[in-house]
């Protein structure tokens, strides 16, 4: 499979999403993975890029080792020989293309007690949390007895509906054998009719067990694999299967060699303590590795940016574990064509960096942040338009300026005239309504003489 690769950088210090496949060659232009630019965070206008990463095969299985925190910090990122910041990674639910698993689930008599127990919480935890849109789960137990009609009653539902199956398996039985080569041959045949049925989608088979193949006693099925013979013949169906196989051994009494042998090249096997815990961290690393995509997201420098604007660049993106690369791809960039193309959504938060989440989820929308700076600047105004003035004029020196008195009070001028006339407004203020004008002499009542009566 080639790698496919596609970058977009749009501003200094926006973000870079690359999608990769599993061997590094980069194709063309026109075959390479779409981005979407989103937002980083509502409400603001951090644009995010995001993709996804395809992981096929041995790629699939080696980062499917690794925890999250690990993946996470395993992944480093060149481009255009500046380092780029992050990545995050995000593994989502989907199963593409749809999957068709069965379980195999040992209930031979060394499973009683604790075995069948532990293994049914976690097995039943590991089902639910599988993806119901396109994922249908199988669920059977087999031993030595009634192989195939067990295996063959197992019905494809799903994952809820698989789980309820789950726990109604029959106890185990202390005189049960384990018939492990024909169970996985059978298994193998049964995942093949299902895919038969429905094209177009994936087989998958997953077989618990915590013992050896054991077979040919008295109460045991006829025909039976067993010896070298068997165990190639389980290998050759497992191999030319064309379906994903895990095989987790629990417990002690076991031959991880038998197992390994099994699985062959295109499965997987390990061996894990009849503990809830180590039982639970494999299986999740199998949900994992059955989700073969991985949400790439990478920042990029200020300075890294405005070079990706002009011109094309080749990279690289690898993981590592224990020191060593385990996956590494061939990153390829050319500046995109349009500057700012619409956005398409907003970005999940575990889709970013860490040290881009701080940023773009920060507590002030842009809307608020803008209104902020607006009133910082308009006080900044008022301060130098009304305040500043003040004090620099008050400090101004005053040698050589020429003040402008006031105007001199006008003078009376002088008068010889004794009448009491005035000649200007200046010589009296304007008179009243109540104002007396001129003195009168009183008169009294006897000098004045008596009225005469009317009619004489």
């Known amino acids: 499979m080639n790698v496919r690769v596609r970058h977009l950088v749009l501003a200094s210090g926006l973000i870079v ?13 026109d075959s390479a993975a779409p981005v979407r630019l989103v937002r980083c965070a509502a409400g603001r206008d951090l644009p995010c890029l995001t993709t996804r990463v395809v992981l096929r095969g041995r790629a699939a299985e080696s980062v499917a080792r690794l925890d999250s925190a690990a993946e996470s910090h395993g992944w480093t990122g060149v481009l255009g020989g500046a380092r780029l910041i992050g990545p995050a990674i995000a593994v989502p639910r989907h199963i593409e293309p749809p999957l068709r698993l069965l379980i195999l689930l040992d209930r031979s008599g060394s499973m009683i007690g604790e ?23 199988a669920v059977a137990g087999f031993e030595s007895r009634d192989v195939n009609g067990g295996i063959d009653a197992a019905r494809f539902l799903p994952p809820r509906e698989a789980a309820r199956a789950l726990d109604s398996l029959p106890v185990p039985d202390r005189q049960a054998n384990t018939a492990l080569y024909s169970a996985l041959v059978h298994g193998v045949a049964h995942v093949a009719s299902a895919r038969r049925a429905a094209p177009g989608t994936q087989g998958a088979i997953l077989l618990v067990t915590d013992g050896r193949n054991d077979v040919g006693h008295p109460r045991d099925d006829a025909g039976l694999l067993a010896g070298e013979t068997g165990l190639r013949a389980a290998a050759a169906a497992a191999a030319e299967s064309g379906s994903r196989i895990w095989i987790m051994g629990v417990g002690d009494n076991l031959s991880a060699s038998e197992i390994e042998t099994l699985a062959g090249s295109r499965g997987a096997a390990t061996t894990v303590s009849l503990d809830p815990n180590a039982m639970a961290a ?21 300075g890294a940016a405005a070079a990706l604007a002009r011109a094309p660049w080749m990279g690289t993106a690898a993981v590592w574990d224990a020191g060593k690369p385990v996956l590494t791809q061939t990153l390829s960039w050319r500046p995109p064509l349009f500057a700012l193309p619409a956005y398409e959504g907003v970005a999940a938060a575990a889709s970013l960096p860490a040290e881009l989440a701080d940023v773009a989820t920060a507590g002030i929308p842009a809307s608020g942040m803008r209104w902020l700076m607006a009133l910082f600047f308009g006080l900044v105004g008022a301060v ?9 004029w008050a400090r101004l020196p005053t040698a050589g300026i020429v003040v402008a008195e006031p105007p001199a009070p006008r003078a009376k001028p002088a008068s010889a005239d004794t009448t009491g006339l005035r000649r200007d407004v200046t010589e009296a203020p304007p008179r009243k309504p109540g104002d007396v004008t001129r003195e009168m002499p009183a008169v009294s009542a006897a000098s004045t003489p008596p009225r005469p009566a009317r009619g004489s």
Not at 119 to 128: C, D, P
Not at 384 to 392: D, E, F, H, I, S
Request: net charge positive; aromatic share 10%.
């Open 17 to 29: 999403s690359v999608r990769t496949g599993a061997f590094g060659r980069a194709t063309a232009a």
């Open 282 to 302: 494999r299986l999740n690393a199998i949900a994992r590795e059955l989700r073969g995509f991985r949400d790439l997201t990478f920042g990029v420098g200020g």
């Open 384 to 392: 130098l338009w009304l305040v500043a003035p003040r004090y620099a």
């Open 115 to 137: 075995g069948i127990a532990f293994t049914r919480l976690t097995l039943r935890s590991f089902i639910e949390g599988l993806d119901s849109a396109t994922t249908r789960v």
